[in-house]
């Protein structure tokens, strides 16, 4: 064991470069436009509104006016006090604060009672300025790829778009957190701007020091109370010693500390405000003990619900554009029980045998809303040969290895999910059908997402007006890229990039209701069966971590809302700890997931498995769609609701 430790050390220090190459950059790529003073406060404005749709505001008259005064004085010694500052206090009890483009600043009820002075929380409110000041905001807005790509029209920004178009973009800015973390550039400016603010307001800038110093300690007493700050905001550390160099070149002072019977007199009416938290506790304690399993349905039940799924399902089946690598067998899609067994670590080798034909199959879910259906596709490949066969294997193993030993080569923290080589692989897609009545043909393609690497891609099909990227369909079934080796799903564009991924070619994958072998279609034409996911895959994560699921996850309870007869009804599902990820040895370990695993690599916030559990809400979040798109399911077996 030592010499393969050692071996490993080696292998690490070889590498090393080579894993920092494979995570990806985290960033927004420079962008030509910029913000007129007009149109940031306008995106200020409407990021506002879409924040306060998912925060509490305290609106005590003494808190509330305490809390923009002093904000307003700190203003007054800005150098951009031209334009209107909003404050506002969010009823949270989390350290934290922060500022969207155009003035707006919130700052959390947990900062203020965190802090033990009035100079604290000047120095907090002051970097909060800064950044204001500075318009960081607004550079975030110009460099990130929403404004051009994500959102479709950047015209809206600059006087050629409608107020609906930068709404949207807003609602994606703050979904996506866009204005929540800047650059440390960024921060050390308006750390370095709010220092000189509150010096010339009379205020001790020492304030901003004593605050990152309680921080630091609470990062390590009390590390959920600044969870949400660290997310937001780079470590106090390097911050208190730069502050405390700028305050040092500062004309000499004989202001006091400060405090203020005011100060005190907030925290005291804040002590004896309600607390949601704890409201809410006992909010979701009563729910945990009202919620129920998902209802089993009867046979004749669920066999009719399964016919129906598979006529909706097949309707839609998308026509699938498989590159084929270095390594065409393993870039076949196929099912996970392709080897007559269900576990999942054996799938590595047993893909490699002649004996087990990978034949095709595809993997599918279906949900109704009253308005309209959901299907997920879900494509498995026993191998994802990222890096080649045998090598991509043993560097993915290497980087396991070595963040197991410290992480010391994996300073992002993300190379769980830049690994070259892994055992099984599911990437999927979902097509959103708007229904037309209850007949299922009459129904007609909306939009489609697909997952590629954690990451979630936005199409629509010909005539839409919702702000996606163009996909190609055939009839009403959209056709679809799956990438060699990796086999990240994305849309079709027949373009050079695709080609250029298909070293040997492509294979096209069409439903025909019968699984045909690859190998024995030399036309590259393959027909493919589906396999309800429900009556697959589902049975064995139920269970929690077994042969086929090598994690679990603890998925609580799911709260939707159901159609009874003409009425919404919320129900409260328990599903409790069900396999998270498939079974997997080679490479690194357990990287495959069930659909009920898929996760926003961009939003981790977002409850595992979401985007399968509960899809109409996922989609209106994500597309900002009105409220008649429904959300309420007729059908929903994975939570019980049969029609």
Known sequence: MASLLDRTRNLLHTFGLLVLATIPAIGFAQSPFSLSEKDEIELGRLAAGETEKS???????????????????????????????????????EINAFALPGGFIYVNRGLIEASE?????????????????????????????????????????LGRGTS???????????????????????????????????????????????????????????????????????????????????????PASSKPV????????????????????????KAAAAIAAAARPPAEPETDVRSRNMVRDRDVAARFAPVFHQALGSAPRFDYITNFDFDGDWRGDNNWNNAENRNYPLKAYVYYAVFETRTHFFIHYAAFHPRDYKGGEKRGALLSEVMRI??????????????????????????????????NGEDYTKAQLTLVETLAHNNYLKYTPPGSSLPGDPIIVVGVRPRLFVESKGHGIEAWRDDADQ?????????????TAAAEDPDEKPDRAVGYELLPTYGSLWPHARSGKN????????????????????????????????????????????????????FDGQDRARPLGEWFLQPAETIRRRWTLPESFSTTYTYHPFLGQFR
């Open 55 to 93: 925060i509490l505001l305290i609106n005590d008259p003494a808190v509330v006016k305490y809390i923009d005064d002093l904000g307003q004085s700190l203003v007054q010694k800005s150098t951009r006090k031209g334009i209107a500052y909003t404050f506002k206090v969010v009823d949270s009890p």
């Open 117 to 157: 002075t009035q100079d604290e929380l000047a120095g907090v409110l002051a970097h909060e300025i800064g950044h204001v000041v500075a318009r960081h905001g607004a550079d975030q807005a110009v460099r990130t790829g929403l404004v051009q790509t994500g959102m479709g029209v950047f015209g809206g920004l």
């Open 164 to 250: 609906s178009s930068l709404g949207k973009i807003a609602a994606e800015m703050v979904t996506t957190g866009v204005f929540m973390k800047f650059s440390r550039q960024a921060e050390r400016e308006a750390d370095r701007l709010g220092a000189r603010m509150v010096y010339d307001a009379s205020l001790q800038p020492q304030g901003m020091v004593s605050f990152f110093d309680k921080l630091a300690g609470l990062q390590k007493s009390e590390p959920n109370a600044v969870l949400k700050f660290f997310s937001s905001h780079p470590s106090p550390v390097e911050r208190s010693s730069n502050v405390s160099s700028l305050i040092a070149s500062y």
């Open 258 to 281: 400060g405090d203020t019977p005011v100060f005190r007199d907030v925290k005291q009416r804040l002590a004896a405000l309600p607390r949601p938290e704890v409201e809410a506790a």
């Open 402 to 435: 070595g963040v197991g030993l410290g992480g010391q080569y994996d300073p992002t923290g993300r190379s769980n999910e830049a690994v070259m080589a892994h055992e099984n692989d599911l990437e999927g897609a979902l097509v959103v059908a708007e229904k």
């Open 499 to 511: 080609h250029k991924m298909a070293e040997n070619g492509f294979l096209v994958y069409v439903f």
């Open 547 to 598: 042969e086929t699921c090598g994690e679990e996850h603890d998925y609580g309870v799911v709260s939707v809302q159901f159609a009874q007869c003409n009425e919404d009804v919320l129900r409260h599902i328990r599903l409790g700890v069900m396999g998270s990820a498939l079974n997997g040895v080679v490479g690194a370990a357990n990287m495959s997931r069930p659909p009920w695993g898929w």
